[in-house]
């Protein structure tokens, strides 16, 4: 079966500094990658996805992830955080076929002034 | 262009009371889910549906219940509500697998 995991409950960055989320999958196929952001009281919304071709995938507000097979990991990076990314971020690992996806936890991010 | 819609927003239960989580998409997506959102969990999969008359479980599915009559609904049923069953619940919906999730703006449910 497949999983993920954040490593990072809260994170806390403050605004203007670069910001990297962490995110480790497990799978043994080529995964499909997904970030998504949540807003308090809010739904889910898509960052990027990664399937296949450059490791490297530019999403949404900013928000690139980069893909590295080695580690099996997926992190999620930004070089200037503003005040209104403070949000909870999840990434999410999807199998081949299917339409459901097996989220992590969730990293807090924090923005101080 | 509405999206996914879900109904109610806000509920309040007692235990053993029985209710249904509303889901409608006007996408014409083929493929729906139901996922509970609990604090430090992220979000796990209660039941999905690859089309009208096709449903199956996922990680959570114990005391819930779905059905998909048609494209558009998809809802949830909580049979006999437990305080457990305390959560946030997401209706989500995609056009093809391995695809972007389009998410509801969710249901919270309090069990008392």
């Known amino acids: 079966a497949q999983s993920v995991t954040q490593p990072d409950i809260h994170i806390t960055v403050s605004e203007g500094a670069s910001l990297e989320l962490r995110c480790n999958y497990s799978?043994?196929?080529?995964?499909?990658l997904f970030w998504y952001v949540q807003s308090p009281g809010q739904g889910l919304q898509l960052l990027l996805k990664y399937f296949s071709g450059d490791t490297l995938v530019q999403g949404i507000k900013g928000f690139e992830a980069e893909f590295k097979r080695s580690q099996s990991s997926f992190n999620l990076r930004k070089p200037s955080v503003h005040w209104s990314d403070a949000a909870e971020y999840f990434c999410?690992?999807?199998?081949?076929?299917?339409?459901?996806?097996?989220f992590g936890k969730g990293t807090m991010l924090l923005v101080s002034p | 262009n509405a999206g996914v819609t879900q109904t109610p927003k806000f509920q309040v239960l007692k235990t053993g009371q029985s209710m249904t989580l509303q889901c409608a998409q006007d996408m014409n997506h083929e493929y729906m889910s139901w996922y509970r959102q609990d604090p430090g969990m992220g979000l796990r999969l209660i039941h999905y549906?690859?089309?009208?008359?096709?449903?199956d479980q996922g990680e959570v599915p114990n005391g819930y219940n779905v059905s998909r009559s048609t494209t558009e609904d998809f809802p949830l049923r909580l049979l006999s509500a437990a305080p457990s069953q305390t959560s946030v619940y997401f209706c989500?919906?995609?056009?093809?697998?391995?695809?972007?999730?389009?998410f509801g703006s969710g249901t919270q449910l309090s069990v008392l």
């Open positions: 549906s690859v089309g009208a008359g096709i449903t």
């Open positions: 999410a690992v999807g199998r081949s076929g299917y339409s459901t996806l097996t």
């Open positions: 989500a919906s995609s056009y093809a697998t391995n695809e972007k999730l389009f």
């Open positions: 799978y043994g196929a080529t995964p499909y």
